[in-house]
């Protein structure tokens, strides 16, 4: 196939008469989406709905009374503790009562019995509470 050499300056020329002769020039490009904005708000723990809103922090207990809560779900207990604490205390652990060391995946499956903390105890925010527990289906 044979080569043609075209010189530049013809081929601005051509473009030059095209443009002249074709009428309007087309639109320029829509312009793009500006970027979504996303804004996230972290949970703010909801104060229990059995009763007025907590007092002012002025007011608000520092020590509490440790619950019995042998027999209970884990899951359950869990709930109680913050419930009892107004959030003070958010969270507690656990341990497989057997010693298999197996993990508590889902707390609902899981009953307690032993506490770290007697029940008649003081507890406080800086207080440790770890749950024995085992399967529902177990013996303690």
């Not at 007025?52 to 619950?67: D, F, G, L």
């Not at 993990?103 to 770890?130: E, F, M, Y």
Request: aromatic share 4%; glycine share 8%; with cysteine.
């Amino acid at each position: 196939m044979p080569v043609c050499a075209v010189p530049v300056r013809a081929v601005l020329a051509a473009c030059a008469v095209l443009a002249a002769c074709g009428g309007p020039p087309p639109p320029p490009p829509p312009a793009p989406n500006p970027p979504e904005t996303i804004t996230y708000t972290a949970p703010v723990p909801m104060a229990p709905e059995t009763g007025p809103a907590a007092p002012p922090s002025a007011t608000r207990a520092t020590s509490w009374v440790m619950p019995d809560l042998v027999g209970v779900g884990l899951q359950e207990a869990q709930d109680r503790i913050q419930e009892l604490t107004g959030y003070g205390i958010l969270i507690t652990t656990s341990h497989d009562a057997t010693g298999a060391g197996r993990l508590q995946v889902a707390d609902r499956n899981w009953k307690v019995c032993s506490q770290s903390v007697p029940p008649g105890a003081t507890i406080t925010p800086s207080t440790r509470i770890d749950f024995g527990v085992v399967r529902l289906d177990e013996s303690c």
